[in-house]
């Protein structure tokens, strides 16, 4: 049977028994994963790696904790998430500024009207790369998850484990946050 | 970060002999939680016909005769145990289901609203088919602790120094006095009311009444009764008012 045609759940199935079916999920996640990392954390390329096989592993481990009505990578992510906190956690004293490209920033721009309103600071990278890591990590979160991996509520819920109207406020005073920040610093630059 | 990171975690996974959790760990877990979950709502549900039995048989009109605030009166009278036995439960359940696969998708807020609203709904069922009765005299027989933790009238008739004092009649002593046990086991000589009020006593003094007396204490565990009371008997506001006229009365004569 090839591997690789197999959706997540039979891919989850496969793996249990066979951990070569989980090469095809690590190869699947890690690119997306990494991403993730380096978005809403401040580590480097080396750390990240390593965050990244504690987190598979971790997976790997908790494979018969996954639940099949979940989204497979919302549960991935949801991990992730985690093991990415814990490690900002030990390495509190090596906070810089998050790693946003300018893709990832012209993303976030486009798919708000509130923040496209803000779109000529798209230019400015750096301020706005500031005015990102200053929001709390609370915020920051959920507005990468939103605006930059794209996720809908459901998902971004079962990653953060956090109700709906929780995720709703999070993402909207993020957003004022991020607006005001913004605003801030046009001023400021004048 | 290609496919060298599979290697590597594939390596580790198969050097280290990493295996999955077995699915019997996550499945104990969460039937585990449920359980408790479903216990604590029992038991808040217990509690709230019992926390229904009590509010609706505390005596409310003795404030009229206890010289208290409204509000120290109501902190001595509400049922205190009950209240921090269904908050303990409820908390407990509201955690409990929180720790469950699906906990954190509901809110808090909404956990606890459904929650009340389910007890909200026990209790009008409770009260419409006595099921707090019944569950307050099944606990009063079969759970000797219950009889001496209840708060409720018990409690409210356990003040000698306030002049109130309830319990079951021991011994008919004389025309003019019986003995009587109160709920802390304390044996009482009670002294039958002075007064020639025709309804100072309207219950038969017989071994085995559970009676309310109003009056006051002369002696150590000596009582000398003013009013005598089945134990049915709940005091009106109008009553208590003329009680406490008499009795100003009663003390102004006397000081004269």
């Known amino acids: ?190 | 970060m290609d496919n060298k990171i599979s290697e590597k975690i594939l390596t580790k996974i198969k050097q280290d002999q990493i295996k999955p959790t077995a699915k019997w760990k996550y499945t104990s877990r969460d039937v585990l939680i449920w359980i408790t979950i479903s216990l604590t709502i029992v038991l808040a549900g217990l509690v709230t016909l019992l926390l229904i039995f009590t509010l609706k048989n505390i005596d409310w009109n003795l404030y009229e005769l206890l010289s208290y605030s409204r509000l120290r009166f109501l902190l001595i009278t509400l049922p205190h145990v009950w209240i921090v036995l269904l908050i303990a439960f409820l908390m407990t359940s509201l955690l409990a289901y929180k720790k469950t696969r699906k906990g954190y998708r509901h809110s808090m807020l909404g956990i606890m609203g459904a929650v009340l609203i389910a007890l909200f709904i026990v209790g009008l069922l409770a009260y419409y088919f006595g099921w707090d009765r019944k569950l307050h005299h099944a606990f009063e027989d079969k759970v000797p602790v219950y009889r001496k933790m209840a708060p409720g009238p018990e409690r409210q008739w356990s003040h000698p120094r306030m002049g109130l004092l309830g319990g079951k009649i021991v011994k008919v002593e004389s025309a003019q006095t019986f003995k009587l046990e109160d709920f802390h086991g304390r044996v009482w000589l009670v002294i039958m009311p002075e007064e020639q009020n025709p309804r100072a006593v309207t219950v038969k003094i017989i071994p085995g009444e559970k009676v309310k007396i109003i009056g006051r204490p002369v002696k150590n565990h000596v009582f000398q009764a003013r009013l005598v009371r089945a134990w049915g008997w709940r005091p009106n506001r109008y009553e208590m008012k003329i009680f406490i006229q008499k009795k100003k009365n009663f003390n102004e004569s006397n000081e004269n």
């Open chain 1, 1 to 190: 049977m090839d591997l690789q045609s197999l959706d997540d759940n039979k891919l989850v199935e496969k793996a249990k028994n066979n951990p070569d079916a989980f090469a095809y999920i690590i190869n699947k996640y890690n690119g997306p994963l990494s991403r993730f990392i380096k978005r809403i954390s401040y580590f480097r390329h080396e750390d990240i790696e390593d965050i990244l096989q504690d987190v598979f592993i971790k997976v790997y481990k908790s494979l018969n904790a996954y639940d099949p009505k979940l989204k497979f990578s919302s549960w991935l992510y949801q991990i992730c998430r985690n093991q990415t906190i814990d490690q900002i956690r030990k390495n509190k004293a090596r906070v810089t500024m998050i790693q946003l490209d300018s893709e990832d920033i012209a993303k976030m721009f486009s798919s708000d009207t509130d923040l496209k309103k803000e779109l000529e600071l798209k230019d400015e990278l750096q301020k706005v790369k500031s005015a990102i890591s200053e929001l709390p990590f609370k915020y920051r979160e959920v507005l990468i998850l939103k605006f930059i991996e794209e996720m809908n509520y459901n998902e971004i819920i079962d990653v953060i484990k956090k109700p709906k109207g929780t995720v709703a406020t999070l993402i909207n005073r993020g957003k004022k946050m991020l607006v005001k920040k913004l605003k801030h610093s046009k001023k400021t630059s004048k």
